[in-house]
């Protein structure tokens, strides 16, 4: 995070919300390390891109960066990051983000949502993000 007090800014990356980390951490059952998530993230990323393109193909995008701005009391805050997929629809954008979890799956929402708040922040944030600025593909302008 990026505070500019005389400016009144701050810039924060959506990602920093995640809770992500490599190696052990005490909030892991069982002590799970980040670069085994990291290989499990990696496979499902290519596993669920595949599925998207099959069922979706070109509206289907990947990896693209986001970015809002939202003014408030005088304050103006930025949150920047990359969302997994995002599908065009005729309903709006629908928003992506992968994450690997050590519940079997299918598991209940409620239940995901006790244990790993910070996933739906993340994905609120980047729905935020998308609604005060228009998600743009790399390589178009003003990227």
Excluded: N
């Excluded at 070109?58 to 408030?72: D, K, M, N, Q, Y």
């Amino acid at each position: 995070m990026v505070i500019d007090l005389d400016q009144r800014t701050a810039a924060l990356g959506v990602g920093d919300l995640a809770g992500f980390a490599f190696g052990p951490r005490g909030d892991s059952p069982g002590g799970a390390s980040g670069l085994w998530r990291a290989q499990l993230g990696t496979k499902w990323h290519a596993e669920l891109r595949r599925q998207a393109t099959a069922e979706f193909g070109e509206a289907a995008r990947f990896e693209l960066p986001i970015s809002g701005t939202v003014a408030h009391r005088g304050w103006r805050v930025t949150l920047t990051g990359r969302i997994d997929q995002l599908v065009a629809g005729p309903a709006g954008p629908r928003l992506r983000e992968v994450k690997s979890v050590l519940h079997p799956l299918p598991v209940d929402e409620a239940a995901l949502r006790a244990d790993h708040p910070a996933y739906f922040i993340q994905l609120a944030a980047y729905a935020g993000a998308s609604r005060t600025t228009p998600v743009r593909r790399p390589g178009d302008c003003g990227t």
